[in-house]
């Protein structure tokens, strides 16, 4: 992988992590995803609209599309994953989640769009799931994870590797800016929460108030990280860009036992180790 792609996706897991934290301490709003969403468009229309004149896309029906699926997927993917964290912990849902997305990605990647796949990029892959297995606690004590902790971690993957597979193709074949891909994701996901969310106005704007600060967080970082995510897909392979970013599950494990004070035990620090080494596979590879 190119030096530059790679250090994207380092910056992405970094940012990624962040907001996932922010995320989390705001499990408790019902508008969040809303709210943030609304912060995203105020604070990148100034850099779309910069691409927008500079670029002068010129959009056909596959684009349209393109725009569409990005738009429901990233949805599903932003309200199943804060269901979960209303429900289970930080250090299950997300690594679950992230375990599941790169592996599906990877597939995906590799049988549908024909993207090359060598034993040591398997392995690179193995590894990682392996280890987020490990970290999520489901190799040791699975009986203990809370069902709809998992369900929802699980399902968030798949979203995960929807959107990675679609916004991939985007941009590596469509050619489409990553800051209108991940603008329009917001901007769907805005207007088909609208209604629930200006219904509920009394309790919309006390969440606004008591969430300030994650919401900014969120506003800020979910779109920067994203848009380097995007940017590494235009420069090197989809099925080794999505598993590198899994590398924000070791940070997202340590915020989750620092910050939120959850248990950390040497199973979990075993899977870091594979993660580790999963992407180190990943970035020799490709």
């Known amino acids: 992988m190119h030096p530059l792609a790679i250090a994207a996706v380092l910056l992405a897991a970094l940012t990624?992590?962040?907001?996932?934290?922010?995320?989390?301490?705001?499990?408790?709003?019902r508008h969040f995803v809303w709210l943030y969403s609304l912060g995203s468009?105020?604070?990148?229309?100034?850099?779309?609209?910069?691409?927008?004149?500079s670029e002068r896309p010129q959009f056909e029906t596959a684009h349209w599309l393109a725009l569409l699926m990005t738009g429901i997927l990233h949805m599903g993917y932003s309200l199943t994953l804060q269901a979960g964290y209303r429900v289970s912990d930080l250090s299950l849902v997300y690594p679950l989640a992230r375990g599941t997305g790169p592996l599906l990605s990877f597939l995906a990647a590799t049988f549908l769009l024909k993207e090359p796949a060598s034993a040591f990029?398997?392995?690179?892959?193995?590894?990682?799931?392996?280890?987020?297995?490990?970290?999520?606690?489901?190799?040791?004590e699975p009986h203990k994870a809370p069902r709809a902790g998992v369900a929802l971690g699980i399902l968030t993957g798949f979203f995960i590797a929807g959107y990675t597979i679609n916004d991939g193709w985007a941009v590596k074949t469509l050619m489409l800016s990553p800051f209108l891909i991940d603008f329009t994701g917001n901007l769907i996901r805005l207007g088909l929460l609208a209604p629930m969310a200006l219904r509920d106005r009394a309790n919309l704007m006390a969440e606004a108030r008591t969430y300030r600060t994650p919401i900014l967080i969120v506003a800020v970082l979910g779109p920067l990280g994203y848009i380097l995510v995007l940017y590494a897909m235009k420069h090197a392979p989809i099925g080794h860009v999505a598993p590198m970013r899994e590398l924000a599950t070791l940070i997202g494990t340590?915020?989750?036992?620092?910050?939120?004070k959850e248990s950390v035990t040497p199973m979990r620090l075993i899977g870091a180790v594979l993660i580790v080494s999963g992407v180190v596979a990943l970035a020799a590879t490709g």
């Open 254 to 260: 340590y915020f989750g036992a620092r910050l939120l």
């Open 121 to 140: 990029s398997v392995l690179g892959v193995l590894l990682i799931v392996s280890g987020i297995v490990m970290v999520s606690g489901l190799a040791s």
């Open 41 to 53: 468009i105020v604070l990148y229309a100034p850099a779309v609209a910069w691409v927008l004149i």
């Open 16 to 29: 990624h992590a962040t907001w996932n934290l922010a995320a989390k301490r705001a499990a408790g709003s």
